[in-house]
């Protein structure tokens, strides 16, 4: 196992702990498996778009409150894995270290996801945009 921290790094390990913000982005694509952290306790869960984005089925628990819709679309799309506590979660990283076809599936369903969402800001401005310039003409 391996703890990440400024002066202690290996080249090669079996377990990447990271416990300060901003160094998952860059190894997701490095790892087998993705715990976002966070989802354990109540804290309102993690945003699980950047294992995702490299095609990494997040694993995630059951404190998702700040993003319900983005996990239930996961879920729904068998894009990630939900689990309620420790014990689950190392019995999943097991299944899907062990199972690198279902992992690859689940993580080219999540990269999909992240694709298909892609603009989401520019097309709610655009609607917006369009209600309000018919509310002006009177339409």
């Known amino acids: 196992g391996l703890c990440l ?28 498996a993705v715990f976002v952290g966070g989802s354990l306790v109540p804290r309102g869960g993690p945003n699980i778009l950047e294992p995702a984005a490299f095609a990494q089925p997040p694993v995630f628990g059951p404190h ?14 068998r894009a990630a894995v939900q689990v309620a506590n420790e014990r689950e979660l190392g019995a999943t990283w097991v299944e899907l ?31 917006i945009a369009a209600i309000l310039d018919a509310h002006r003409s009177g339409a």
């Open 97 to 127: 270290i062990r199972g690198e076809e279902k992992r690859r599936r689940m993580g080219e369903s999540a990269k999909a996801l992240v694709e298909s969402n892609r603009g989401a800001t520019a097309k709610s401005l655009e609607r």
């Open 5 to 32: 921290k400024k002066r202690q790094r290996r080249e090669e390990a079996d377990l990447l702990l990271l416990d300060t913000v901003g160094e998952l982005a860059g190894l997701d694509r490095l790892a087998d």
């Open 64 to 77: 998702m409150e700040n993003f319900q819709e983005m996990a239930a679309d996961f879920l729904a799309a």
